[in-house]
């Protein structure tokens, strides 16, 4: 099984580097992003930006979340997006310090978000984690997926805080799913690892973009 321990010395340093970077574009583009009339409730274009996803998750499709539902961008406000890796310590403490008050802002309909998963550290537990919450969001529990990416990321959070090896399992990942009240048919499918491959693509377009 992969955890959260195989990080390298050298990989965590860059990371740091690379990661403030996310979050500082994260919130400089997400927050002061103004709203457009032109953003598809469909959620193929990010807020006003030129950019525009693919059409599917395969592809490098981000994570919509908004007030309209999870998969769609609700039309007029601003997008956040936020780049994380889940064995990075700055994404998780990012995510957990502000993930409330985002999807509270979500849930009034005041801004969208999109997450984009990102392989900084190269490490197969982030790959895992992304690929099973595909499985979530390309299933009848899609809209369980905001309580989902929470509920791992507070076990991330907790991780690191205790070292509990326990915490730091993929299995722990279908633990997580079950809670939030994901069926135990699409949480059989993340030993398919049917997603893998998923963060591999985003870190290319993240640099690229």
Do not use: W
């Not at 927050?31 to 592809?59: I, L, M, R």
């Not at 490490?123 to 905001?146: C, H, N, R, T, W």
């Not at 507070?154 to 690191?160: A, D, E, G, P, R």
């Not at 993929?170 to 499918?189: F, P, Q, R, W």
């Amino acid at each position: 099984m992969s955890n959260l321990k195989k990080s390298t010395k050298r990989n965590v340093i860059i990371a740091v580097v690379v990661v403030l970077l996310c979050v500082v574009f994260a919130i400089c583009y997400g927050f002061y992003a103004k709203g457009s009339a032109d953003s598809s409730n469909s959620g193929k274009e990010a807020a006003n930006t030129k950019y525009v996803d693919p059409d599917t998750y395969k592809q490098g499709r981000g994570f919509y979340v908004s007030a309209d539902g999870v998969g769609v961008l609700k039309k007029g406000v601003p997008t956040l997006e936020i780049y994380m890796d889940f064995t990075c310590p700055h994404c998780i403490n990012f995510e957990y310090k502000y993930g409330d008050e985002i999807n509270k802002l979500v849930s009034k309909g005041e801004i969208n978000v999109i997450y984009r998963p990102v392989n900084v550290l190269n490490q197969g537990y982030s790959k895992y984690v992304s690929s099973a919450m595909i499985d979530v969001l390309e299933s009848k529990d899609k809209d369980k997926f905001p309580a989902f990416q929470a509920a791992v990321v507070k076990n991330i959070y907790n991780y690191l805080q205790t070292k509990d090896e326990k915490l730091s399992s993929t299995d722990m990942i279908g633990t997580l799913a079950k809670s939030v009240g994901v069926s135990d048919d699409v949480v059989a499918k993340f030993a398919n690892k049917s997603n893998i491959n998923y963060i591999d693509k985003t870190i290319k377009m993240f640099t690229n973009r």
